[in-house]
């Protein structure tokens, strides 16, 4: 007589393999999830800045380059550069891709923190295709430096 023993399930015949592999693929989706929250982390940071949000603000308020550009008049894409804080003394040298119903083009914001104020030195928009440069400070922070 044959003596027809119970089968193993699929987990003790294959575990050898399943474990290992699972455990790779467990630490390959916390990789990326952690890489995720840190872009993610990192963005919000920098698009929470004040030289984010004020150069944004000066570009949705200009009438020439909403002419350009039309309206609204929104980001488009991840803002690249740097912005470096420490107490009330701070730097930022950023760009930030920016489009709108007619065209794109690029948003740059360079300026110096001191007292907890903010003091630009540059900030324009450059126009995509024409490589146009627009000051957005004009002559409001050239009387601002004259008075300092």
Sequence with gaps: MEDHGQQKSWFARNWGWV????????????????????????SKLMTGSDPYKEGLAKVQ????????????????GMMQGEISIKNSVGIAN?????????????????????????????????????????DLLGYEQNEDERQN
Excluded: H
């Design 61 to 76: 308020q200009d009438e020439y380059v909403i002419e350009i550009l039309g309206e609204p008049i929104e980001t488009n």
């Design 94 to 134: 950023i760009s930030v891709p920016i489009k709108g119903p007619k065209g794109e083009a690029k948003l740059y914001v360079v300026g110096n923190k001191r007292n907890d104020q903010w003091t630009y030195s540059d900030m324009y928009v450059i126009i995509s295709g024409t490589d146009e440069q627009i």
């Design 19 to 42: 474990v290992p592999l699972g455990g790779c693929l467990t630490i390959i989706v916390l990789f990326f999830v952690f890489l995720g929250s840190m872009i993610f982390g990192v």
